[in-house]
């Protein structure tokens, strides 16, 4: 990066103020075509991603986008079946457009099998309302069929679950195991202490008539000391016997690289007791195997023994149904049963991905008997009996081992149920950094070990303070013991909770995430055909990857690797920069656009997944840090480029407009003041020449990778109207005018930001400073949805020109700003940019450059293999085919720029 010249510190007053005036407004494109906006109002048609229904899942909520215009913010909703028959709904505002109506509205049912239209209209009331009511120190939620008392202080977060007059679980709360030393040789030291969640604040967000949403957050307590924070949210919908929880925490324990002691998690749990009532024959054990798999038990036996009771009386233990009286049994089993065993405690540890164990034991101080085992458990269970009972579950089980189901003392009047997000039976959580440095101690020396295994290290960066981790927790309280269909469909919703979608044509239509950036598949003509072909063809071999090469586990699942090694046949897991990939060039936004385009479920759960990990895992949540991402590397948290452009908001708004998750919501909200962070950290530290001090009043902000996520965090909380949505509807627009007045635009590199008024200085001299990096984590996109929003020429026509350049000849780049932009690449992925400014310009030249470009420069070619080898042993651990061809730097490029170019130039291929 070249020298920053000093600024005059004059601002872009006559850009800025007449931003500000014009404020949140229509482009002009968009002005002339308001009137036909009406047709936007038209019903939408939601479909469920998978199996058609509801199921058992509690309920599901759907975010569905209107064109600009289309809908006041009063409007109200109502949704039919495919009979027509109203479906009850709540529906609430997700954003808005500049002239104020809805833009995003989320929807929520808690019933619904089929298509379901979704209309302006009377929402329909549900039969049995979810109610909240608040006092005597708990939030009482119910949905007409169960009842949840949530407490508001303490180690008790739920303090019971009745259906009608049954308890059916109660003291529901977290369990956290902390390891304080980790043993690298056989001492034989280890012990353990248990740590209690406790309740620091308990917010009511919704509270029916639909659904209710509770907000609990605290820390993990023993005595004095509070460590590993918690928020969790408990989901309740009309009618529904069960309940949804999403847990997160966030790690805020020391572990240092050398050292043994630390702050070691040995196993992270939710735990519930669940009372026993019945006789124990009526007691009934159910755990998930693979699939639909049940092993299906009772506490007390009454099959296989010597004397048989009769088939009736087998036939309905088995089913889960309560016994006949025992003076009608064969007399012989009768008489005995104080001699058949009661188990009392079954465990289900998975830990790896491909394989569990299940055991069991009559109780605490006694041997534990095999049970069974197999690859992946559903991570479903339940506990109860002939008068009901809990079943549980925890989504991703196998995806994020090591994780465990624990039911102990059923025997008692009394069982737990313990769902373990992190096995205690695993070796502990070690998230100490994994090299020692190796004397890089200075910025030379990391810079040459950048140079050789592309990791930018830094002493004390390697550190995973602030890091954090959702998962997904299901409960059913049954009024009796269900049977095995209806168990089945519960573990299916365990697997893949039900979403309902909007289609692809209604994302078009409403022009949200760029508009005209995307458009449905095509294979109308051999060229659009070969490249859908070439985009299935990359989605399909990640999405194996997966598999093959175990991309599981509770910190990793969710991401993908970065290069692979085809030397050795493996990713490059374990060299530098170039193993777990972080969103580096923005996977994240290929595989949304890949969604959005196609509505396909398989992607949809791909891009859900990665969206969980890298909004969390791969960015800091507490400490100096926070609010920054780290760059890819052998561990999500190694490498010490800590910067905005990794904790981008523009990857997580998708599933959250899709969705309305409350969770992906509080990270985009988070991210509203994350320019403070370029007061601790300079991203440029160990490159620049020029001196430089982060000053509150002139911090160095880079106009690609770092004011992208910038403003894609400001424009999501203005367009949320969230709590700061002022604040950063200002900085959205003196950003924009800023930048636009810069001498050389985007094009100018950086500018220094004013933390107080969010204005960049304007530069006293032009200079060119251009980054292969600074458009491809999200500026393109961003940009276009700007331009969209705000009508700001300026802005608009230095972005154009930054379009217009990169992909340029050196001369025409130094025919325009007096120098070329120095020895570029990326040229493929950038191939959008030259397609964006051809429709914005009517340029038939750029929309031919942009094919060139596409076709003919760096990436993927229609010369590339399109095809897999296979591998099997001895040269790879475990069969399966590789393509050593394929990058994911170029795999994100390519993708989005296919899906742009088609989009925008579809209609304009070269023959």
Request: proline share 5%; glycine share 10%.
């Amino acid at each position: 990066m070249p020298p920053i010249p000093r600024r005059s510190l004059l601002k872009a007053a006559a850009v800025a103020g007449a931003a500000a005036q014009a404020g949140w407004v229509l482009g002009t494109r968009d002005a002339e075509a308001a009137p036909a906006a009406a047709a936007g109002a038209d019903p939408v048609t939601l479909d469920w991603l998978e199996d058609g229904g509801l199921g058992a899942a509690p309920g599901a909520t759907v975010g569905v986008p209107w064109p600009m215009g289309a809908h006041r913010e009063d409007r109200s909703f109502a949704i039919t079946d495919a009979d027509g028959r109203p479906v009850p709904v709540q529906t609430w505002p997700l954003a808005y457009w500049p002239d104020g109506s809805l833009k995003w509205t989320a929807h929520a049912v808690g019933t619904g099998t089929g298509k379901l239209t979704l209309a302006p209209g009377t929402p329909a009331a549900p039969a049995q309302k979810v109610t909240v009511d608040r006092g005597g120190g708990t939030i009482d939620v119910s949905t007409g069929v169960i009842t949840a008392k949530i407490g508001t202080h303490g180690s008790t977060l739920i303090k019971s679950v009745t259906r009608g007059s049954t308890e059916i679980a109660r003291n529901g709360r977290l369990v956290l195991l902390r390891q304080p030393e980790i043993e690298d040789e056989d001492q034989g030291t280890v012990r353990t202490e248990r740590f209690d969640g406790a309740v620091s604040a308990v917010t009511v967000e919704q509270d029916g008539p639909v659904r209710a949403v509770v907000r609990v957050e605290g820390k993990h307590r023993k005595g004095a000391r509070e460590w590993l924070p918690f928020s969790l949210r408990l989901y309740f919908y009309a009618g529904s016997d069960s309940f949804r929880m999403v847990h997160t925490i966030t790690y805020d324990g020391k572990q240092e690289p050398g050292k043994a002691s630390g702050d070691f998690i040995r196993g992270l749990g939710v735990r519930f007791t669940v009372p026993m009532r019945d006789a124990a024959y009526d007691r009934h054990i159910r755990i998930g195997g693979e699939g639909t798999g049940l092993l299906r038990e009772a506490v007390q036996g009454v099959t296989g023994l010597r004397r048989d009771p009769g088939a009736a009386v087998q036939a309905a233990q088995y089913e889960g149904r309560k016994l006949p009286d025992p003076a009608t049994w064969d007399q012989r089993v009768t008489t005995r049963l104080r001699y058949i065993p009661h188990w009392g405690d079954y465990t289900l540890a998975q830990l790896s991905a491909d394989g569990f164990t299940v055991r069991k034991r009559t109780k605490k101080g006694h041997g534990w008997i095999t049970a069974g085992g197999g690859r992946r458990a559903s991570g479903f269970g339940y506990v109860g009996g002939a008068s009901g009972g809990l079943s549980f579950g925890l989504r991703d089980f196998w995806e994020k081992f090591p994780a465990q189901l624990d039911i102990r003392d059923a025997h008692t009047d009394q069982a737990t149920v313990t769902l373990w997000l992190w096995s205690p039976e695993a070796q502990p959580m070690d998230l100490r950094f994994y090299h020692d440095g190796m004397d890089q101690d200075t910025y030379t020396e990391q810079l040459e070990g950048l140079n050789i295994t592309y990791e930018d290290y830094e002493p004390g960066f390697g550190t995973p303070y602030g890091i954090a981790r959702t998962s997904e927790l299901f409960f059913w309280a049954n009024a009796s013991t269900p049977t095995a269909d209806t168990l089945a469909r519960q573990a299916r919703a365990v697997r893949v909770p039900p979403q309902l979608a909007a289609p692809p044509g209604q994302l078009i239509k409403a022009r949200v995430f760029g508009p005209g950036l995307y458009s449905e598949p095509d294979r109308s003509t051999p060229a659009k055909a070969k490249i859908e072909d070439h985009l299935d063809f990359l989605f399909t071999y990640y999405k194996d990857q997966v598999e093959t090469r175990r991309w599981y586990g509770f910190w990793d699942y969710g991401d993908i690797m970065h290069t692979y090694d085809s030397a050795r046949h493996v990713w490059r897991y374990d060299i530098g920069g170039y193993a777990w990939d972080n969103s580096e060039l923005s996977p994240d936004l290929w595989l949304w656009y890949a969604y959005l385009r196609s509505g396909r479920s398989d992607i949809f759960r791909f891009a859900e997944a990665m969206t969980r990990h890298t909004g969390e895992v791969d960015v800091y949540h507490l400490g100096t840090w926070a609010g920054l991402g780290t760059r890819h590397g052998v561990q999500h948290f190694a490498d010490s480029a800590k910067q905005q452009r990794i904790a981008n908001t523009t990857y997580r708004r998708f599933y959250y407009f899709l969705t309305a998750d409350e969770r992906v919501g509080d990270l985009m909200h988070a991210n509203v003041d994350s320019d403070e962070t370029f007061l601790v950290l300079d991203p440029q530290r160990k490159v620049r020449t020029d001196p430089y001090t982060p000053d509150r009043h002139a911090l160095s902000i880079g106009f690609g990778t770092d004011w992208s996520g910038l403003v894609s965090a400001w424009l999501t909380e203005w367009e949320r109207k969230g709590p700061q949505w002022e604040k950063a509807k200002a900085r959205v627009l003196s950003t924009m005018a800023g930048i636009a007045a810069q001498p050389n635009g985007f094009v100018q590199g950086s500018g220094l930001y004013d933390l107080d008024t969010g204005e960049f200085a304007v530069a006293d001299k032009p200079a060119v400073s251009v980054s292969h990096l600074s458009a491809v984590f999200g500026l393109n996109e961003l940009c276009a949805e700007l331009i969209h929003l705000v009508d700001m020429p300026a802005f608009k026509e230095a972005y154009l020109d930054y379009c217009r350049y990169f992909n340029a000849t050196k001369a025409e780049q130094a025919a325009r700003y007096g120098t070329h932009f120095g020895n570029l690449l990326l040229f493929q992925g950038h191939s959008r940019l030259d397609a964006y400014a051809a429709v914005q310009t009517g340029d038939t030249a750029l929309a031919r450059r942009a094919w060139a470009r596409f076709y003919h420069s760096d990436g993927y070619t229609e010369s590339s293999p399109w095809t897999t080898e296979k591998l099997t042993g001895p040269a790879a651990l475990v069969e399966g085919r590789e393509a050593a061809w394929v990058s994911t730097n170029d795999t994100a490029l390519y993708g989005l720029a296919a899906i742009e170019n088609l989009a925008l130039l579809g209609d304009r291929m070269p023959a």
